[in-house]
């Protein structure tokens, strides 16, 4: 079983988090912020990625630590239950509709981090979450999971619609890309043979 946990304890946060790659979809997430544990919530449901998430942030300075230190340790989670990433698609893609809003999604499993999110939205808050932090959420799963992330927001007009159908459209790609392919026989999808650390070019 490809599984990962950890556990840290700062001034800022105080968290817990696990997950089965092999998983189907089984969540507990309790973040303190409603609509984030709404988010990874479909995150793990639609990857079927088991999660465990526990939170206890400084919610009485902002969301900022809480939201961050969320997506760092679930990235790290995974990079870490994805071992030498031998015998993994290592791409992902997924559209994500829903009702008036459409996500686009692509990813690769690459160990050269970096966050393109082409996503707005009209209002500031959804819930008690403050919608700026998407997009730091986004780019800190990236940074943390070691994925080349691209999500764009085609179009859409409801906020919790666009918000919900980045994180369905991650989750859908994710899936993706971390299934084993039985085809590779164990082999790393690259042809330096390596993905992860020092994998800084081409492959």
Same mark, same amino acid.
């Given at each position: 079983?490809?599984?990962?946990?950890?556990?840290?304890?700062?001034h800022?946060?105080?968290?817990?988090?696990?997950? $089965?790659?092999d998983?189907?979809?089984?969540?507990q997430?309790?973040? &303190?912020?409603?609509?984030?544990?709404?988010?990874?919530?479909?995150?793990?449901?639609?990857?079927? @990625?088991?999660?465990?998430v526990?939170i206890?942030? +400084?919610?009485?300075v +902002?969301?900022?630590?809480?939201v961050? +230190?969320?997506? @760092?340790?679930?990235?790290e989670?995974?990079a870490?239950?994805?071992? =030498?990433? &031998?015998?993994?698609?290592?791409y992902?893609?997924?559209?994500?509709?829903? =009702?008036?809003?459409?996500?686009?999604?692509?990813?690769d499993i690459?160990?050269?981090?970096?966050?393109?999110? $082409?996503?707005?939205?009209?209002?500031?808050r959804? &819930?008690?979450?403050?919608?700026?932090?998407?997009?730091?959420?986004?780019?800190s799963f990236?940074?943390?999971a070691?994925?080349?992330?691209?999500?764009?927001?085609?179009?859409? +007009?409801n $906020?919790?619609h666009?918000a919900?159908?980045?994180?369905?459209?991650?989750?859908?790609a994710l899936?993706?890309?971390?299934?084993?392919?039985?085809?590779?026989?164990?082999?790393v999808?690259?042809?330096?043979g390596?993905l992860?650390? &020092?994998?800084?070019? =081409?492959?």
């Amino acid at each position: 079983m490809r599984t990962a946990s950890i556990a840290r304890k700062t001034h800022e946060t105080d968290i817990k988090v696990a997950v $089965n790659l092999d998983g189907s979809g089984h969540y507990q997430v309790t973040t &303190g912020i409603g609509f984030l544990d709404h988010m990874l919530e479909q995150l793990s449901r639609h990857s079927l @990625i088991d999660m465990e998430v526990a939170i206890k942030g +400084d919610l009485h300075v +902002d969301q900022h630590h809480t939201v961050e +230190d969320s997506a @760092i340790a679930v990235g790290e989670c995974v990079a870490k239950a994805l071992g =030498d990433k &031998g015998g993994i698609a290592r791409y992902g893609q997924a559209y994500a509709p829903m =009702d008036e809003t459409l996500t686009r999604c692509a990813l690769d499993i690459s160990g050269r981090p970096f966050c393109v999110f $082409n996503t707005t939205f009209s209002q500031p808050r959804l &819930g008690e979450m403050d919608t700026e932090l998407f997009i730091h959420w986004f780019q800190s799963f990236a940074q943390s999971a070691g994925i080349t992330l691209h999500i764009e927001t085609l179009y859409g +007009d409801n $906020n919790h619609h666009i918000a919900e159908s980045c994180f369905k459209a991650l989750a859908r790609a994710l899936r993706q890309a971390v299934e084993i392919d039985p085809r590779k026989a164990g082999a790393v999808p690259s042809t330096k043979g390596i993905l992860g650390s &020092g994998s800084l070019t =081409d492959g």
